[in-house]
């Protein structure tokens, strides 16, 4: 069980801090819920407890394992198929898994893709919630700004 001021990560959505742990009642059932306050804008999310391990909701990772993700973005690119619909299945299945390694995959080769041939409305938007949801976890890992992080990740990825 997590506490108040932990920062944890869920999948789909990135990284946060626990603020408060709350009982609420919903449909006749009570049930206690995390409310993470999200680094970006003034979201705030509220996680069932009783399903948090379900969810995926894990712990952020420590610097050493952030400052492996940002050295992956320099290795050699993955190769993706040319078939837009099984790339995009592909990136939300590792989008979905909450791996921060995956995350920062689908990051880095929809980057390259991006700057070679250019993405489709669909797979912006995908590089959008996964550059973000990438950046949320490298935030509290490495305690620097998103600007710096986001800085990092397009430096580094090279075509």
């Keep these: 069980m997590y506490e108040v001021g932990d920062k944890i990560v869920y999948p789909m959505y990135g990284a946060g801090v626990i603020e408060s742990i ?3 009642e919903f449909l006749g059932e009570k049930c206690k819920y995390y409310i993470m306050k999200m680094p970006f804008g003034e979201m ?3 996680i069932p407890i009783n399903k948090a ?3 995926g909701i894990r712990a952020v ?3 050493s394992v952030a400052d492996r993700v940002l050295n992956s973005l320099e290795e050699k690119n993955v190769e993706q198929t040319s078939n837009w619909n099984k790339r995009y299945r592909e990136n939300m299945i590792k989008i979905k898994s909450g791996n921060v390694f995956d995350v920062a995959e689908v990051v880095k080769t929809l980057i390259i893709r991006e700057r070679q041939k250019g993405l489709s409305t669909g797979e912006r938007k995908m590089l959008n919630s996964a550059k973000k949801i990438l950046i949320s976890e490298l935030v509290f890992a490495e305690n620097m700004e998103p600007d710096e ?3 990092i990740i397009n430096y580094r990825i090279r075509v």
Excluded: A, P, R, Y
Aim: avoid cysteine; aromatic fraction near 0%; proline fraction near 0%.
């Design 149 to 151: 992080i986001e800085n």
């Design 44 to 46: 705030k999310l509220m």
């Design 61 to 63: 990772v420590d610097k």
């Design 22 to 24: 709350e009982e609420k």
């Design 53 to 55: 391990g379900s969810i």
